[in-house]
């Protein structure tokens, strides 16, 4: 992006931009130009800085209950040096997403972020579960934290038939 500096009454040029407006982490590289009165630019510096990359000591599934279709998705230990605003969890089964759901992860106690996830939001598919943590930062900068997959798979039941006496009805149960 371009920026236009600010003369200050010192002789030097100033300008803040914000690093939100770029939604990055990494190295950012600086070039100051000046522009003459005859409208020619000239390179006169620059400079790198770098922005930390957000990160998670822990990113899992867990809880996984087959007979309710639900699993949690947990992320603990996320370091920023800007704080979090956000953390959030995509999550699907199906090779063309259209059970893709976005959830907002909840806060712990214990600072850790959880969602319960349920196959109910998610046509009631068994199988595979894809889910994505990602954060944002105080300082706007958008990254993964990790991926996970889990599997959600039908119950297993035990059939049982019973033929009354008379063989004119028979109980089922699973």
Not at 120 to 147: R, S
Request: charged fraction near 20%; aromatic fraction near 12%; include cysteine.
């Amino acid at each position: 992006m371009w920026y236009n500096m600010y003369g200050k009454p010192n002789g030097d040029w100033v300008y803040t931009p914000y690093i939100k407006n770029h939604g990055d982490a990494g190295k950012y590289n600086v070039h100051v130009y000046a522009t003459g009165v005859t409208g020619t630019s000239v390179f006169v510096g620059g400079t790198t800085f770098e922005i930390t990359k957000p990160v998670a000591e822990d990113v899992r599934v867990e809880n996984v209950d087959n007979g309710k279709g639900t699993f949690d998705v947990v992320a603990e230990g996320i370091r920023t040096p800007s704080g979090i605003d956000k953390v959030e969890v995509a999550v699907w089964s199906t090779d063309d997403r259209s059970d893709f759901v976005w959830y907002t992860m909840e806060k712990q106690a214990d600072g850790s972020y959880k969602k319960s996830v349920s196959i109910a939001d998610h046509q009631y598919n068994y199988g595979k579960y894809n889910a994505h943590v990602y954060v944002t930062a105080g300082n706007g900068v958008y990254q993964c934290l990790g991926t996970r997959t889990v599997e959600v798979n039908l119950p297993k039941a035990s059939v049982k038939a019973v033929i009354n006496a008379q063989e004119m009805s028979v109980g089922i149960t699973a």
